[in-house]
């Protein structure tokens, strides 16, 4: 069975870093489009970036490029988001994401529900 475990959350304060990993098990990452969502408590979940290692590229939520960065270890069958510069706003639970078909410019849209594969989240909480 294909899971993703998230960890790499916590707290942290404004103006801080932190970085969350991915990690594959049961898929190769590097056969699918692999991105991040973060959900805020009472808000509809958001995509963050995915990254498509087939194809050496990335693709960012814009409010939020500059500031996240996404890569990938394939050897590691992990994926990373690099939060530098963290705001209160960032807050919430970060799930990653994989899906061998949805191209990357429409991984981070409305239909992400139909995504094939998800982490149980990890929290990230950013204190003022």
């Known amino acids: 069975e294909a899971q993703l475990v998230e960890s790499g959350g916590g707290l942290v304060q404004a103006g801080g870093s932190l970085r969350l990993s991915c990690v594959g098990y049961?898929?190769?990452?590097?056969?699918?489009?692999v991105g991040w969502f973060r959900q805020a408590p009472g808000m509809e979940r958001e995509g963050v970036a995915c990254?498509?290692?087939?194809?050496?590229?990335?693709y960012y939520k814009d409010s939020l490029a500059g500031r996240f960065t996404i890569s990938s270890d394939n050897a590691k069958n992990t994926i990373y988001l690099q939060m530098d510069n963290l705001k209160p706003d960032d807050t919430g639970v970060y799930y990653c994401?994989?899906?061998?078909?949805?191209?990357?410019?429409?991984?981070?849209?409305?239909?992400?529900?139909?995504?094939?594969?998800w982490g149980q989240g990890a929290l990230v909480t950013v204190s003022v």
């Open positions: 990254i498509s290692n087939n194809e050496d590229r990335t």
């Open positions: 049961g898929l190769s990452l590097n056969e699918y489009v």
């Open positions: 994401a994989a899906d061998r078909w949805r191209p990357l410019y429409r991984f981070l849209g409305p239909n992400y529900k139909d995504l094939e594969v």
